[in-house]
């Protein structure tokens, strides 16, 4: 059983109203093309940021810029309009716990994803906004940002933690630290530990300047020797893109040694094997 749950159901850019990209046409395009690709479980996982009351959660002005649409009425169209599982990607927010939190419990997601895109005011992966280019080492990034993900993990109000070594994503654009990796990424294992959540494996990476699936090979293997649940996911933003390079996935985790991925219903979380 192949699965996409981390599925926006429209571009991040202006002009992509609900009206035209949260319609039956545009969740069969996308139910359509998972099956072409052998997808049978296919959710989707709107920006909690284009939504107005994200606003309650964070005052971000990146956020303000963006939250115009109504989540309760993105929950309506999928469950009444869709066969597609309904999941949100809910930023961490360090400090914002509770605000997250009473937005998360208020609806009745199937999975929701938890993301690590801000570092305090700052964005890992934005140009706007953007944590590099102020001289700060990238050591000092890469800590904070595997801590940061480990919190989230922590908090247990995520199933899912998406893309889980983004901080890569600039690749040789970017400041990287030297030397092995592995280093890094206790603190973000040991928060998925303590807060039971399923690590997402995302073929986003290779459309992203590092050209890599997140997260690498390493941070995988110790993943499997910590006992950690997989979910498999593109990042698609349209249609075209779901199950984006799943080739290049489902052999990484053959070589890692997992054959079995996570399924989600109404929060419940099961494993299916892959093949
Ligand atoms: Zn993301
Ligand atoms: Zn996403």
């Known amino acids: 059983m192949l699965t996409d749950y981390h599925v926006h159901l429209r571009p ?13 046409g545009n969740a069969e395009r996308y139910r359509e093309a998972a099956e072409e690709r052998g997808i049978a479980e296919l959710g989707v996982a709107e920006h909690i940021h284009r939504f107005t009351q994200a606003l309650e959660v964070w005052q971000h002005p990146w956020w303000r810029r963006w939250a115009r649409d109504d989540v309760d009425a993105y929950c309506a169209f999928v469950r009444e309009e869709t066969d597609l599982r309904l999941g949100i990607e809910a930023d961490f927010v360090a400090g914002a716990e509770d605000r997250i939190a009473s937005f998360l419990d208020a609806r009745e997601w199937d999975f929701v994803v938890g993301s690590v895109h801000f570092l305090r005011d700052e964005a890992v992966d934005m140009e706007d906004w953007s944590v590099w280019g102020r001289g700060e080492p990238a050591e000092k990034i890469w800590r904070r940002y595997f801590e940061t993900v480990g919190e989230a993990a922590r908090t247990g109000m995520y199933d899912i933690i998406a893309h889980p070594d983004l901080v890569k994503v600039w690749g040789r654009d970017a400041p990287q630290p030297e030397g092995d990796l592995r280093r890094y990424y206790e603190p973000a294992i040991e928060g998925c530990l303590e807060g039971g959540v399923a690590v997402e494996v995302s073929t986003a990476g290779l459309r992203k300047p590092v050209g890599e699936i997140y997260p690498s090979r390493r941070f995988l293997e ?11 996911s593109s990042d698609a933003h349209v249609p075209d893109q779901l199950g984006h390079r799943y080739e290049d996935a489902l052999a990484l985790l053959e070589q890692v040694g997992i054959g079995e991925l996570c399924v989600f219903e109404r929060r419940e979380r099961r494993l299916e094997p892959i093949g």
């Not at 992509?16 to 039956?24: A, I, K, V």
């Not at 110790?222 to 498999?232: M, N, R, Y």
Request: glycine share 4%; no cysteine; aromatic share 8%.
């Open 222 to 232: 110790v993943v499997v020797d910590a006992g950690l649940p997989v979910a498999l």
């Open 12 to 24: 991040d850019d202006e002009d992509t109203p609900p009206s035209r990209y949260f319609t039956r």
